[in-house]
């Protein structure tokens, strides 16, 4: 899932790892989605991207990680200032994140600013943006109540099917087993 703004010279591209949607979550599947918000965004169309087209064809071949990196690359240095936030990264496969994580720690590095969002067991993606800027959120375990009941509530098939106690007894196992279910964002 993706979306984009711009705004000021400013571009914003980001995307959401749905653990349910494997298929379009690839290192070269997400690449090419901020490309393609980014050049949305603007009405004139982007040379690199027209000479990596070129390139393929020639080539008769599909676009490459490093290929789309320069892309993306060129494509952002035509904004004042960029922004790329990817949600979720925890939910992508590891072997597809050990290949994103150099490319977004090269990212980082210039003056793309880039943003990361990941549960904490992930330690392939605390270890690639290890010293960088770091927000821990936890929700709370009454945070965690209200949500887990939020959601029996919505279940009309469920709700008809508990009585009060189990309702409880649910409630409560989820959300202390949960251990605060945190989320860390990285920039």
Known sequence: MSNYCTGNNAGLAYFYCDYQDQSIQTAVGLLANLIRQFVQSKTSFFKPLEELYESLEARRSKPTVPDLESVLNS???????????IDALDECHPDQRKILLPV?????????????????HAQDIERAFQGQPRVEIRATEHDL?????SQIEQ???????????????????ISGGAGGMSVISLC
Do not use: F, H, P, W
């Open 104 to 120: 977004l720690r090269r990212l980082n590095k210039t003056s793309i600013k880039v943003l990361v969002t990941s549960r904490q």
């Open 75 to 85: 494509v952002c240095r035509t904004y004042g200032t960029t922004y790329i936030i």
């Open 145 to 149: 109540r209200d949500y887990v009941a």
């Open 155 to 173: 279940d009309e098939d469920l709700i008809d099917l508990l009585t009060d106690e189990l309702k409880e007894k649910m409630i409560s196992s």
